[in-house]
């Protein structure tokens, strides 16, 4: 078992409106998160995906996972963070934090492609 645990809420990438992101495909976004996610496991940092619909489960989908174990870390990625029509989903997602792991660090992105830096800064 890992001594420290992170867990990376993001969009799931059914549901990313890729117009908003150029460049950016399903495969892309779950190549980078995928890479990111196994990097962290390699150094020994337990690591889950949870990943969400706009709004509709999400608070579920996030309540599920933190009820799973304890992590040090959660990072919350920038399809959730950035795009202005996310902000309730955004707001929504932290107050579940602030309640349900009021002790874990939070992290956050710029993409698909630095979320393992963004959670080492806090582990």
Known sequence: MADKNALMIGLDPSV??????????????????THDLEALQAEGIGCDFCLVDHGETAEVTVLEALSKRNYDVVMIGAGVRVDPDEFLLFEKLINVLHEKAPHARIAFNTGPTDSLAAIKRWI
């Open 16 to 33: 990313v409106n890729y117009d908003k992101w150029p460049g950016l495909t399903s495969q892309k976004l779950m190549a980078g998160l």
